[in-house]
């Protein structure tokens, strides 16, 4: 991370919505996943990540929509860096006030986005005046107004999907990996482990488990372990009970994998939480 790097969140206590506005020269982030829907604009610079496996260069203006579990990195196109604000909605967040606002969907659909990137003046607007009212508006109709509007204006991106109903002998090898992951995540989990649950050999867990995912299963699991951590910070656990309860080494090995993936260290995380 550049010194001239900067990242400013902050989250919403009673939505649990987290506003993201930073700054990089060069790298960014290293791939990674979020249990949220991202929703943000790029405001200067050229930024450019990979997901849904092709890249792709936002320009000022564009907006970046991600859903969770997809597979991001993130870096500066060019040396002038990149700026850009973002709302970090979670999903059950997200999936009560669409259903509220479009009867489209029924329980055996979830929302996704259309395309990564796209260009509405209309939602950008959105976005910046649901950031404002997030951050900075005291009475919560105003907020819940600003929301309101968000969601509105994000329908057109919005299109429903089917859910993957899961079973625990699915024939899908990846599915069953990453489930098993899911429900030993706090254990120290060899690949040997892993392909036995899964009946297959390590090389076949492997091959299709980054063909579904973007990321061999270690790496999903880090991200997995780093995504349960910042829900246990925005709680006020300490660092160093999360470290332990998720299987680091320790707390700096917690915090190294933790900058990596967001830009901050878990400390700087829990107190941007618990301030607002």
């Known amino acids: 991370m550049a010194a001239s790097d900067w990242v400013d969140l902050q989250q919403d206590s009673d939505t649990g919505i987290e506003t993201i506005r930073a700054h990089f020269d060069g790298h960014a982030y ?4 979020h249990d949220t829907y991202l929703v943000g604009v790029t405001e200067q610079g050229v930024q450019q990540f990979h997901c849904r496996k092709s890249r792709h260069d936002s320009t000022p203006g564009r907006l970046v929509l991600v859903e969770p579990g997809e597979v991001h990195d993130g870096q500066a196109a060019t040396d002038a860096g990149f700026t850009y604000s973002m709302l970090y909605l979670s999903a059950s967040w997200l999936d009560n006030e669409l259903r509220q606002q479009s009867h489209d969907g029924s329980s055996t659909l979830y929302p996704g986005f259309n395309s990564t990137l796209a260009d509405d003046p209309k939602l950008v607007k959105s976005i910046y005046q649901a950031f404002e009212a997030l951050r900075r508006q005291p009475w919560r109709i105003m907020r819940d107004t600003a929301l309101d509007a968000l969601v509105q204006d994000m329908l057109p991106h919005i299109g429903w999907k089917a859910r993957q109903i899961l079973q625990p002998h699915h ?4 599915m069953r990996a990453r489930d098993y992951l899911h429900a030993h995540i706090e254990q120290d989990i060899s690949l040997h482990d892993l392909a036995s649950a899964c009946d297959v050999d390590r090389f076949r867990l492997t091959r299709a488990f980054k063909a579904e995912y973007g990321m061999a299963p270690h790496a999903y699991l880090v991200q997995l372990r780093l995504n349960q951590a910042r829900r ?3 709680a006020g656990q300490l660092p160093i009970d999360i470290a332990h309860q998720l299987g680091f080494a320790d707390q700096s090995h917690l915090g190294r994998w933790f900058r990596r993936a967001y830009g901050i260290t878990p400390a700087q995380y ?6 607002h």
């Open 270 to 275: 829990r107190r941007r939480c618990l301030s």
């Open 30 to 33: 290293d791939p990674h996943w």
């Open 171 to 174: 024939p899908n090898v990846a």
């Open 232 to 234: 246990k910070l925005a």
